[in-house]
C-alpha cells in the first residue's frame, strides 16, 4: 500500500497545484463535465436496453459510446491530478475505502463494457431497430452499468466523508 | 431567518447526524441528479447540433420524463442541502447565480422542448431548424456555467478573491 501511494505522488503536481490555487476547482468542474457525458450516454443506451425511448434504433447510441470515453478519459486526467497532486500524498486515496470501493465499481463498469464489446453482443444489440426489443442478455449489461457508474459517483462523492463510511459498515 | 430554516430538525439531522443516509447521501444523490440533468440536456443538444444523427429528432421529447426525474432528485436533495447549510449559502453570492442559471438552463430546455421538438412537423424532416441548432449551443453553454457555479459554491473564497463578490 505505502509504495503504492509514493509511486503515486508525485511532488511537481503537488507544486503545479498549490501554485495555482484555480487548478483543483479546474479539474473538479472537468471531473463533473466528463461525469455527465459518461451519464448522459449510460443513460440514453442503458434505458433504451431496458425498453425506455423506443423510437430509437439502439444503434444510433453508437457515436455516443465514443463520447463517453472521452469523457471518462477527461475524468481519469482530473483524478490524477487528484490523486498524484494532493497536499498529503496519495495515501490519501489509496488508503481511503470509498476511493478503493470507487475504482473497484469502474473496473466492474469497463469490464462489463469490454465484455458488451468483445462477446459480440454489441453487434446484436446495435442492429435493434426502433420500437425492437434487445436481448435478454444486453438488459443484463444494462443493469450492471447503471449499477456501476452510480456506485462509482456514490463512492466518488463519499471519498470526504469516508468516516461515515466505516460508520455505516461499523468499521 | 436564514438561522431559523438552518434550524429546522430535517436541516440539524442532514447536518449533524452521523448517518450514511443523511449528508453523504443527499449529497450523493445531487450528484446524481445533476449527471442526469446535465448529461441528458447534453445529449439533446449534441443531437441537434449534428451528433448521433440515425437517433430521430422525434424521440428526443421522450428523454424529458427522465430529465424531470432527475430534476425532482435535485430539487429535494438541493433543498435539504441548502436547509443545512441556509446561513452559508443563502448568503453567497455564487450559489444565487449558480440557481439563476439552473432556472435559465430549465427554461431553455422548456422552450427547446415546446418550440421544436413537441413539433411533429419539425421534427419530421432530418434537418435541424437553425434556431433550434442555436438554442441547443445555448443549452449546452448555460448548463456547462450552472456547474462551474455549483462546483464554485465549495470555494465562496476563491469567487469573492477574483470578483470581489
New interface residues.
Partial sequence: MHSISTALTWPWMQEFVNTY??LW?LF??VH??G??????????LD?RILG??????I??????VN?AILGFILNLIGGIVFVTGTNTGAEFYVENLSFQCKVVAMAIAIANLLIFRFSGLEHRVYAVP?GGIAPGSAKTVAWISLVSW?AV??F???LM?ND??L??LGL | MLQTIEDLSIGVWVRESPSIFAYTLVLSLHAIGLAIVLGLNALIALRLLGVAPAIPLSALRSFYGTIWFGFAINAISGGMLFIASATNMGTMSVFWIKMAAVATGMILSLRLKSKFLDDPTATAGGAVPAGARSMAKWSLAVWFFALIAGRMTGYPELITRWFGI
Avoid: Q
Wanted: net charge positive; no cysteine.
Fill in positions: 490555487g484555480w476547482p473538479e468542474v463533473y463535465t461525469m455527465s457525458l459518461v451519464v448522459g450516454v449510460v443513460i440514453g434505458l425506455l425511448y423506443k423510437a430509437i434504433p444503434g444510433a447510441f453508437k457515436p455516443l463520447l426502433a452510480t459517483i456514490i466518488g462523492r463519499l466523508y461515515t463510511l460508520y455505516f
